[in-house]
């Protein structure tokens, strides 16, 4: 039993959420207001990040059980820190660098790119080639990613070319404040270019916006939330190394088929009929193929059963002739009325039924459709009354002479 369930609500899973159901639920909500898609969702994004860094954690996340947020602010944990920033857990999560491992050698790398793709269960099956889209920075060619002529950039002289401007803000009381903000000159560049010199192309911006189409190979067995990397095809910036574009698979609902690992699951209906005295169903597979289900007749088969097909499940990925299993659970559909001569032909056939011994105040009743909306208000020989008088209406008393 958890202490508060606000960081779980924040993810929208429950709180015996698996680590895989906590990842996808992050996922998709970190990409919905990250905030270069989402640039007012600032607070709940870290709210989500705030969530998701605790939950991930299984030493936090029985603290948090435990005691709640407040728990989590005073400590107490073995994991240590963690991390802190929205954007660290962002970049860890989809392999953007950082995560507080070894800094990078070499040149500094722009920030990744990251687009998630909606497929579909077949194509994770079969395999499939896409085309996406896209718009993204590249140096401009007629300026060399200068902005403007040779010689044309100078040193902002607002922010002497920090790109930030500080201002001291009074506070009452002889106390002051110092509040550091963005350049408005420079745009926090620390540089400027004279508009009569800036390049016509980018408009001194360095780079310009191009449509790019990227083809997405997807292999017969990845999985959702699979990420397929093209390495430097990120937005480029002068003087550092362009980032990645990464691009995240977000299987879509199958009418059919669950996925779970390598194994598909699918329910199947049957009539009594067919429990009893067995049946020959079909089974259209992610590849346009058709099983032929049998069950031979008086291997009864009852509701929530589970029968298993080997070698019908989801291909493994770079191993697609190895599959998983169909994996089938039944229900049985069973009729709404039967007439007296189909139940006297029933019982003929059926095994006997078992009479109970009545004893002599037994006492019969009928049953009813159950409805859950209505509720039967009954007197209780236990109900005591409250301090207004009785509940149930008045109470019949013995007339005394």
Do not use: W
Request: hydrophobic content about 30%.
């Amino acid at each position: 039993m958890v202490k508060e369930t606000g960081y779980y609500d924040i993810l929208g899973v429950q709180p015996n959420a698996t680590e895989a159901e906590l990842k996808k639920a992050y996922r998709k909500l970190a990409m919905k207001y990250h905030p270069d898609k989402n640039p007012e969702a600032g607070d709940k994004f870290k709210a989500i990040s705030q969530a998701y860094e605790v939950l991930a954690d299984s030493d936090k996340r029985k603290l948090y059980d435990r005691g709640g947020e407040e728990a989590i602010k005073e400590g107490g944990t073995s994991s240590g820190g963690g991390l802190h920033s929205p954007m660290d857990i962002f970049d860890m999560f989809f392999g953007g660098g950082g995560g507080g491992g070894g800094r990078r050698r070499g040149p500094a790398k722009g920030k990744d790119v990251v687009h998630q793709l909606k497929v579909s269960l077949e194509d994770l099956y079969n395999g499939a080639t896409r085309k996406l889209a896209l718009q993204k920075n590249v140096i401009c060619d007629k300026c060399e990613g200068r902005g403007g002529k040779r010689g044309a950039v100078e040193k902002c002289p607002n922010c002497r070319g920090s790109g930030m401007q500080v201002r001291i803000a009074q506070m009452g009381f002889g106390l002051v404040q110092q509040i550091q903000s963005m350049c408005h000159d420079c745009q926090g560049q620390g540089e400027r270019i004279n508009p009569r010199d800036r390049c016509k192309n980018c408009q001194g911006h360095k780079v310009a916006r191009v449509r790019k189409i990227l083809e997405v190979h997807i292999d017969k067995g990845m999985k959702d939330g699979q990420q397929i990397r093209f390495s430097g095809e990120g937005d480029q910036v002068p003087g550092l190394e362009p980032g990645d574009i990464v691009i995240v698979l977000d299987e879509k609902e199958h009418d059919t088929f669950t996925r779970k690992g390598q194994n598909l699951f699918m329910p199947m209906d049957i009539k009594l009929v067919e429990s009893l005295c067995g049946f020959t169903k079909t089974v259209a597979t992610l590849d346009k193929r058709t099983l032929v289900i049998n069950n031979l007749p008086g291997d009864v088969i009852k509701t929530d059963d589970i029968k298993v097909v080997n070698n019908e499940g989801m291909p493994r990925y770079k191993d697609p002739f190895n599959r998983g299993q169909l994996i089938i659970q039944f229900k049985v559909i069973f009729p709404e009325k039967l007439s007296n001569n189909q139940c006297e032909k029933l019982e003929k056939i059926l095994p006997g039924r078992v009479e109970p011994i009545l004893p002599d105040d037994a006492e019969p009743v009928h049953l009813l459709e159950y409805d859950p909306h209505r509720q039967q208000h009954s007197g209780n020989a236990y109900d005591s009354d409250g301090e207004d008088g009785p509940q149930q209406g008045q109470r019949v008393q013995c007339a005394q002479s």
